[in-house]
């Protein structure tokens, strides 16, 4: 990957010769950032002994790194170890994911886990094994995604239905439902035999009438995982794994070597071309090296001998003599090679971008372990070319070791930036911007964030969004008796499309008395907003910069907008606040549905024992005019379920029907008397003709 510029180079200098002697301590991992320049190379390598063992202990001075025959010095020499912590859930609705999500997203602990994209390719999985690739994607998410991990999910073929950057198993886990598979076309093989039997008898030569949607398939599958990488590329400073669910391309991709880009066309979209496909392996490949990717292609078929796809083949009948088992045998020999070919394909794509085609094997937790220990303990290799050259073109890669008897895996290359490339990306100057497109959330100036819906004007919903900065990373300037500093605040809604629904971006001035300013860093800052989208999916992008220090950081929150107008009986999401939320400053507070709140919304979800809280939601009673009761109930129960609070109410259906924005419930809940430790709160809803809504939320007690 082309790294920002002098971002790593602070991260590690040659070790000096005193620790080479065996009692090396390898610097601190460099910390996830958005790559915004392109001057630096950085690598990622992982080293194993005889016994398959990552080796933590080496320097700079042990590796060897050239790149097109040329020796290059290293800037950057970390070794990443990040804890591997097996889970032992067996699927999404055996307790692997939280029984209630959380409702505040931070970024106070992103940096520091692994980052994965699971890619289902629903052109290449027929749609028999869907519930198997389902079941495995499912595992991965459950056992072997990490609680800092953040992982993505995208359908090839379905590119709404994924799901963005994420560490909610929940959210994954819908995305992986959402994956429909393909109907497969008939094999060129059968199509040969099938229809063409007798065009080859007479002399015509083979036909397969699919093959045109064939090359197109295989073109958008590969661009799919192309722009993937393009688009992951943006993360910099971790290892990036995509485990790629595919049965592969059938199609020989070992004709063209994939560096020989002057020799693939890429025309032709409505003609069979199989310069065009090589040219999108090409583009794979190029793509996934550059931004250093590692692919991980599964093949869902498992241990198999490529007769599977037999019956469909049917009766194969005997014409001109030839005996019906001669015939078989070909069309058995060709099916084995289309397999041959596909998985060939599947190796190409893991051998050229350093990671491991995981094909002939049944034991899908090996090949999770492989993966998760693959991206958990590896170095992190960077240098700056003598000569950066912004050609366009590939460069060749190679990294070995001194110490015998170690193996290294890396990529094999990459692409360098043209100077398109070098102006677009200095043309995205606003850092602030930068992190408002960058794939992931990036730590840096600590924030938490919490969004809640309740129902809007027309056919929109209204967002509530809480953003709170921690005070001990605000830095501030005297003037005046004041204490200022300013808090550049950028937010987006992005839906299912990633088209911008909604954004603003605010200014927060900061001016603390000196009696404010003593309690800043306990108490931090907070921003308040509203804003309107029509029911959907959202990842809400909040991204912050202060302006003194320079310091900046984002959270990704994801979003499900509802239709409640389109529902019977509903509710809101909550709105919580707490009776200390008042002393947190709150320069910018433009709120309407927060002045139900006796204070500002809050993200904090651990309060003091002598605390007390507020809760508000609306319910929206739609059921019409005939007389029915409805109830509202909130209560709140400790971590074995005894319940600890309760409040009741029953307003008038016609009361809660004749508010057209929703009907408001506030309920108080004193802390005290409550011990410490984790609680659940609950909101419920009912009416009498069945309708139902409930919303929860978890906080501690300290």
Known sequence: MIAAGGVLAAVCVALPAARQARQITPPAPPSLTFRSAANDVEIDAIVADAAGRAVPDLGPADFRVSEDGRPQN???????????????????????????????????????????????????????????????????????????????????????????????????????????????????????????????????????????VRDFMARESLGAVARLADYMGALHGRRKAVLFFSEGIDLDLLQVPPTVSGALDREAPLLTNPGSVLAAEHDVIAAASTNGISLYPIDPRGLTDGTEDMALVGTVPATDGDAPDTLTAAVVSGLAGEQSRARDSLRMLADETGGLALVDRSDIDAVFERVLADNSRYYVLGFAPADPRHDGRYHRLSVTVTRPGLTVRTRHGYVAPDSRDTVRLKALADPIEQLIVSPAPIPGLPMRVSAGVVKGLAATSTVHLTVEFGGRDLALRQSGGLFTNDLEVEYIAVDAKGDRQAGGRDVAHLQLQPETRASLAARGVRYVTEFDVPPGRYQVRVAAREQLGGRTGSVFYDLDVPDVAAEPFAMSDLLLTSSEASLTPTPNGTS?????????????????SNATLTVAAFVYDHLGSSPHDVRLRLTVHSADGAEVFAREAQPTAAAVGRAPAGFPWVVTVPLSGLPPGSYRLTMDARSSPGGSARRETVFDVK
Do not use: K
């Not at 307790?95 to 992103?110: F, H, I, K």
């Not at 393909?182 to 040969?192: A, C, F």
């Open 74 to 212: 290293l800037s950057v020499c970390a070794f990443v170890d990040i804890p591997v912590a097996p889970r032992a859930a067996a699927g999404p609705g055996a307790g692997a994911t939280p029984a209630v999500d959380r409702d505040v997203e931070s970024n106070e602990q992103t940096g520091d886990g692994r980052i994965f994209t699971i890619v289902l390719d629903g052109y290449h999985v027929a749609t028999s094994r869907v519930p198997l690739v389902r079941r495995d994607a499912d595992a991965f998410i459950d056992r072997y995604l990490g609680d800092r991990d953040l992982a993505a999910v995208v359908l090839v073929g379905s590119p709404m239905a994924g799901q963005e950057f994420t560490g909610n198993r929940r959210l994954l886990h819908q995305a992986v439902a959402r994956f429909t598979g393909q109907v497969p076309l008939p094999s060129s093989t059968l199509n040969v035999n099938a229809t063409n039997v007798y065009r080859t008898w007479h002399g015509q030569g083979p036909d397969d009438p699919d093959a045109i």
């Open 592 to 608: 309407s549905i927060g002045a139900l709140l006796p204070a500002p919304t809050t993200t904090a979800r651990t309060f003091p």
